[in-house]
């Protein structure tokens, strides 16, 4: 959620970059060349990031994890290297731990957070059969995805394995449609994001009531700023025939915790709903041959999001935040069934349709949103 | 796929169950959205009443990534033939 975006939109670089990539890539129709030709630049890119001590550590961890991927194909030791991977994690978030120089930097330029755990949905994929084992050029492009490397989207694998080889001829308006998106991200990350930071946002250094409205601001901030990547990661992928997943649908919006969760980095929550809420809930609901569907359902939860918050961040305020968002979600599972145990399910319908309790709902999901994002950052 | 499948009429009973609707009706082309209370809590009650019901085992893949009804028909129909 507070990606440490490293991937700086606004140099020239970047762009750059991107130009290549478009002038190069889509006009090659052959397919086995533009995979190459794809992967030989997201693995350029990823390099030309991490610069000349960085880029032996971005080729270790492509190499590592391409070694795992036909090990897990094989249904090899894939738990003993997948420790190794979750090590690797847990070094690279604790910043008191010392490096070996370029190390730290090579993986915050490749955005290891998201790089792992396309990995761990990589790797399943292929230790349950799901995919052949990948070429080299596979594996580089679904780990290192150029215009992904920001912040995300978190892409399936499944979905990266579907797409087609060579996508179809880009038109006129598939192009505009393309670029309609990034000028939406760019609009809203340097113009509306950018015109709050600098009218609004102290760093919550002016503390007093001011800190309150701050609290707001900094929430619309987040998703304007985190959402643009999106926008722009989107559009790139449009224009390259790359399929890009959509991360976010109107979430500041949602009328409740669960439903923010399904509009809100959408890419990473699905990935937890199908690698840890859907198997503790289906593991549980086994166990308990079904009897107790809403305990089984907040134990996945729980343990869903308190790993979503040590992914965002080892510390205790992002424990506490995940905790604080599986309560919530908890709290709406059980609200609902009450509601639907004492008005029935038009009952229910009629109750919610009602624009108070929409209007009520949406803010105090907001409010939660955005005092939970603040407790995050606030220099307590 | 256009084909009747015995799962997909087998299958809306147990919808009915699950979703405490009596007048719920479900075709291939079926998603989430057009059920009320579908969400990822009931989705998985709901894969566990199917377990139960044709005595077949889900991966917590297929489940995670069943797109329609016609989806799980066929995915019913797969493990129960295997």
């Not at chain 1, 150029?146 to 080889?165: N, W």
């Not at chain 1, 929430?219 to 025939?241: E, H, K, M, P």
């Not at chain 1, 599986?326 to 069934?337: D, E, S």
């Not at chain 2, 007048?23 to 989430?32: D, I, N, P």
Request: with cysteine; aromatic share 10%; net charge positive.
């Amino acid at each position: 959620m507070l990606a440490d975006h490293t991937v700086d939109l606004g140099t020239a670089p970047f762009w750059f970059a991107a130009l290549a990539a478009l002038v190069v890539i889509v006009p090659i129709a052959h397919a086995r060349a533009r995979a190459v030709a794809i992967a030989a630049f997201d693995l350029g890119f990823a390099c030309a990031l991490a610069g000349w001590a960085g880029a032996p550590y971005v080729l270790a961890v492509v190499a590592a994890c391409h070694v795992l991927a036909q090990l897990a194909a094989r249904r090899l030791a894939v738990a003993a290297f997948a420790v190794l991977l979750a090590a690797l994690f847990v070094v690279h978030k604790l910043p008191q731990l010392e490096l070996p120089g370029g190390a730290r930097g090579a993986l915050v330029a490749i955005g290891f957070s998201y790089v792992l755990l396309r990995a761990i949905d990589m790797l399943r994929a292929l230790a349950e059969g799901r995919h052949a084992p990948p070429a080299l050029d596979g594996t580089i492009a679904y780990l290192v995805p150029f215009h992904m490397l920001a912040a995300g989207p978190i892409q399936a694998y499944d979905d990266f394995r579907a797409q087609p080889a060579v996508p179809a001829p880009l038109t006129t308006a598939t192009a505009l449609d393309g670029m309609e998106r990034i000028a939406s991200g760019l609009f809203k990350k340097f113009v509306i994001a950018q015109a709050i930071q600098l009218a609004l946002l102290t760093g919550f250094a002016a503390g007093g009531a001011y800190a309150l409205l701050e609290v707001q601001a900094y929430c619309i901030w987040v998703y304007l700023d985190f959402s643009a990547y999106s926008d722009i990661a989107v559009g790139l992928g449009i224009l390259l025939g790359r399929a890009t997943p959509e991360n976010f649908a109107r979430p500041l919006l949602a009328r409740n915790i669960t439903e923010f969760w399904e509009r809100w980095h959408i890419s990473l929550s699905q990935f937890i709903r199908r690698n840890l809420f859907v198997p503790i809930q289906l593991a549980l609901g086994r166990r308990t041959d079904g009897a107790h569907p809403l305990a089984t359902a907040s134990i996945a939860i729980g343990v869903a999001f308190v790993a979503c918050g040590l992914w965002h961040g080892l510390s205790l305020r992002f424990v506490a935040w995940g905790a604080l968002h599986a309560a919530a979600l908890i709290a709406t599972n059980a609200y609902r069934h009450v509601l639907l145990k004492k008005l029935g399910k038009r009952g229910v319908r009629a109750y919610l349709a009602r624009p108070v309790v929409r209007a009520t709902a949406t803010a105090l999901t907001f409010e939660f949103i955005a005092f939970s994002l603040a407790l995050v950052v606030y220099p307590f | 796929m256009g084909r009747a499948m015995p799962a997909l009429d087998e299958l809306a009973p147990l919808f009915r169950q699950v979703f405490d609707d009596d007048e719920l009706t479900v075709t291939r082309a079926t998603t989430a959205a057009d059920v009320e209370g579908w969400d990822s809590l009931t989705h998985v009650t709901l894969m566990l009443a199917i377990e139960k019901r044709f005595k077949i085992r889900f991966k917590s893949s297929q489940v995670a990534s069943l797109k329609d009804v016609g989806e799980l028909a066929d995915l019913i129909d797969a493990l129960t033939r295997s």
